[in-house]
């Protein structure tokens, strides 16, 4: 009785979670025994050298688990699978381009660097924890890793009170949809005896579905936690007032980071531990995904700020990768692997050229002020258009590939309406896009516009992680094979 | 319903229900008490209910830390905020921001109860007090049970959470620190929106 035998751990699996985490707290310390602040570029380059640790070790994971199988560590806490080491992969290359893309930015408002790449990193890992979980108590802990740190994040402009304000909306609303989303696992606990995925999925085979109200509650719950942080429609209030007031490269990574745990999580949840409560869910997957699709689109085009545009833009993403999820195959789980990555990459570089333009101090995004930009500076601008377009789904772009696959996957589902209203959203959602390049490249105003923030638009690591970006994008527009073949091997290698 | 009453003792079903009340009347009372270190002292009511019912369910050790932590620490915090702050007098509460806002909240609220005691009614429970379930491991200690869990089935959860407070703390700290030259801007700023 005295013995305890300690569950057996597997550091290689664990290694992007541990990169990522106790990186972020080594440069914690480092930050607070240095005599003088740490330079600005030393903690990026640091930043940016963890991220590659945490991009290798994840993809080291992948080759591993493509040979040995899926398995599970920790006393089955931690999923070791395909799936979280593709996800792991892509919050390690949102970790590298974050911290690129911010590091001018931090210089100029003159915001403690350390601070903001201490929370990055320990909120990136957070997300990678919430992809890996194979349990609801880590998946909560993972959740409140990537949101307590994102929270703060949110208020780091100290210069501008929209930053405060935008936190402490986030913050409040966030602690709201985590306590709901504390009693939908205390509720799944309760009728299935368990917090384990696959002990709950075993517990859901063996039939509890003769008095399903607890669980079926629990189930709701879970669900509205999950919705409101992925900012889906009736769950998106927030995400309009946070995205324009926090720090514009926070308002990227949060986008980014923020979007790839919560929907890694919900389709882990939804599909490996509740695939027995498929014809619960479905219906409400797919009503949400057509609100948010159609709410996402519309709501778009009325906006009169550049990031203001760029969360409802956000929206219609995540209605897009609910689709996948309404799939529920696993060419909707790739199809949505696929889109998490890409969606991520672009919309962290569309907010890494908005923080060019937002003036130096970071509050005005408006897009009047974007007109005649490409004229000025075409190269900006000419990147600016890609982007834009590729999150409008242009072909040659991975936006292309990535709403064909889910809309392909969905299809062979047999959910043919909603492919239907799926491509009239991203109809809707093109105008605003192409409003906003059109504006870009707009000549009448050129010379009325009064630039003052040359600083910002000769930000030498924030052009090289945004020209980095548009050249992925490109690239796996054109060649998608091999991105998609490894979101496919990932799927193949899911923990049941 | 009938059949879950019928199996538990009386002693035990005094137990819940005296802790049931106390937890019911100290809710009602930090909504209804208009000073707010009375509300603030009707909470500690409400959590020393909770704590009696984890007593009834066995849980003594969480009982324990549920007074501790809870009616002890974050108690005192919250007076603390109440007293530093100078809100230690009567606020007047007849204006409602939004109108209808208050019998719309009593009708969610009716709504909400219902379907939890439905909920009740209908679930099938997987766990549930010690009458229903068996007992917990024949009776043994909580707190060698809770110890080799955590150290076992939770380990990676502990580990997490330990990683969760040391963002809270940096977080804090971040947020609290101002010694940032131009800090001034930033008041003057939220002068100008107020």
């Known amino acids: ?496 | 319903m009938t059949s879950l009453l019928a199996t538990v003792a009386i002693p035990d079903l005094l137990v819940f229900l005296l802790g049931a009340l106390l937890c019911l009347v100290g809710a009602v009372s930090i909504l209804t008490v208009k000073n707010p270190v009375h509300a603030a002292l009707s909470l500690v009511m409400t959590l020393f209910g909770i704590a009696v019912l984890f007593i009834e369910l066995q849980a003594d050790f969480l009982a324990a830390v549920q007074i501790i932590v809870y009616a002890g620490a974050i108690v005192v915090l919250f007076l603390f905020v109440i007293m530093f702050l100078g809100v230690d007098r009567e606020e007047d509460l007849a204006v409602e921001p939004i109108v209808g806002q208050r019998p719309l909240a009593a009708v969610l609220i009716t709504a909400l109860m219902a379907s939890i005691v439905a909920l009740g009614l209908v679930g099938h429970f997987e766990v549930g007090p010690a009458t229903q379930t068996g007992m917990l491991h024949g009776g043994a200690g909580n707190v060698a049970d809770l110890g080799r869990s955590v150290f076992t089935t939770y380990l990676f959860a502990f580990e997490a959470t330990a990683g969760l407070l040391i963002i809270a703390v940096v977080g804090a700290v971040v947020l609290a620190r101002r010694n940032n030259p131009d800090d001034h801007v930033a008041e003057s700023q939220v002068e100008e929106l107020a």
Not at chain 1, 331 to 337: K, M
Not at chain 1, 473 to 479: D, E, H, K, R, V
């Open chain 1, 1 to 496: 009785m005295n013995h305890l035998a300690l569950p057996t751990v597997s550091y290689a699996a664990l290694a992007p979670i541990l990169f990522l985490l106790l990186g972020g707290v080594a440069l914690m310390v480092l930050s607070a025994l240095s005599r003088r602040p740490l330079a600005a570029g030393t903690v990026t380059g640091y930043s940016v050298l963890i991220g590659f640790g945490a991009l290798i070790s994840a993809l080291a994971e992948y080759g591993h688990v493509n040979g040995a199988g899926p398995s599970s560590t920790v006393a089955s806490a931690i999923a070791v699978d395909g799936f979280s080491a593709a996800i792991a992969v892509t919050v390690s290359v949102v970790v590298i381009l974050a911290s690129l893309l911010s590091h001018g930015y931090l210089r100029r408002m003159q915001i403690d660097a350390p601070a903001y790449h201490v929370l990055a990193l320990t909120s990136a890992s957070g997300a990678i924890i919430m992809a890996a979980a194979n349990d609801l108590v880590v998946l909560f802990l993972g959740l409140e890793i990537l949101s307590i740190a994102l929270y703060v994040l949110a208020a780091l402009n100290r210069r501008s009170a929209k930053s405060e304000e935008a936190a402490l909306k986030y913050f409040i609303l966030g602690g709201f949809s985590s306590a709901i989303f504390l009693f939908g696992i205390a509720f799944t606990y309760g009728a299935t005896g368990s917090t384990n995925l696959q002990v709950i999925t075993r517990t859901l085979g063996e039939g509890v579905a003769a008095k399903p109200g607890l669980l079926l509650a629990g189930l709701g719950l879970l669900l509205v936690g999950f919705f409101f942080k992925v900012a889906a429609v009736p769950f998106h209030l927030w995400t309009p007032d946070v995205y324009e007031g926090a720090p514009t490269p926070v308002t990227g990574f949060m986008a980014a980071a923020a979007k790839v745990g919560g929907f890694a999580a919900l389709l882990r949840v939804l599909l490996t531990a509740m695939p027995q409560l498929s014809t619960n869910w479905t219906p409400v997957v797919y009503s949400v995904a057509v609100a948010t699709l159609i709410g996402g689109a519309v709501l778009m085009v009325v906006q009169r700020d550049a990031k203001r545009m760029l969360a409802y833009s956000s929206i219609n993403h995540a209605g897009f990768l609910l689709v996948g999820i309404v799939a529920a195959t696993s060419a909707g789980i790739s199809a949505d692997l696929f889109y998490l990555f890409t969606y991520s990459v672009t919309a962290l570089a569309t907010f890494g050229i908005v923080t060019m333009l937002a003036g130096p101090r970071d509050d005005d995004a408006g897009i009047d002020r974007l007109s005649g930009l490409a004229r000025r500076h075409p190269a900006i601008g000419a990147a600016m258009a890609i982007l834009l377009l590729a999150q409008a789904g242009v072909p040659f772009t991975t936006g292309f590939i990535a709403k064909f696959s889910v809309i392909e996957a969905v299809v062979g589902h047999g959910s043919i309406p909603l492919a239907i209203i799926a491509m009239a959203s991203a109809a809707v959602a093109v105008f605003a896009y192409l409003r906003l390049v059109a504006t870009l490249y707009r000549t009448e105003d050129i010379a009325t516009v009064d630039l003052g923030y040359d600083d910002s638009l000769t930000d030498g690591p924030a052009a090289f992680a945004i020209g980095l970006s548009v050249v992925v994008t490109i690239f796996f527009g054109i060649f998608p094979a091999a991105l998609l073949d490894f979101g496919r091997t990932a799927v193949a290698h899911l923990l049941p």
